[in-house]
């Protein structure tokens, strides 16, 4: 039998794994005239960016203002990884 709470966080755990395929589903993302990366998400526009220092940041941008990563990247997939785990914590 099932130890109390289980069941849940198996739930939980499958509804933030579709969550994380749905937003990095590559046919949504969209190249911007600058070359970012951008999609819709929830009502809010997010993109991943080269910074002049040569390193990779993320921005949402929703009603309440753009919120920016707080530090650099090394690459793209990097930047997308962890805007993906801050979206995702924000949705769930």
């Known amino acids: 039998m099932p130890r109390a709470g289980e069941a849940y966080r198996g739930q939980l755990l499958e509804a933030v794994v579709a969550e994380r395929e749905q937003f990095s589903d590559p046919q949504q993302w969209q190249r911007s005239a600058k070359g970012n990366?951008?999609?819709?998400?929830?009502?809010?526009?997010?993109?991943?960016?080269?910074?002049r220092d040569g390193r990779w940041g993320w921005c949402i941008s929703g009603e309440d203002g753009p919120q920016f990563s707080e530090c650099g990247f090394r690459n793209m997939a990097a930047a997308r990884e962890s805007l993906a785990q801050i979206v995702v914590e924000v949705v769930i």
Not at 37 to 51: H, K, M, P, Y
């Open 37 to 51: 990366l951008w999609r819709e998400w929830q009502g809010r526009t997010v993109t991943v960016f080269a910074r």
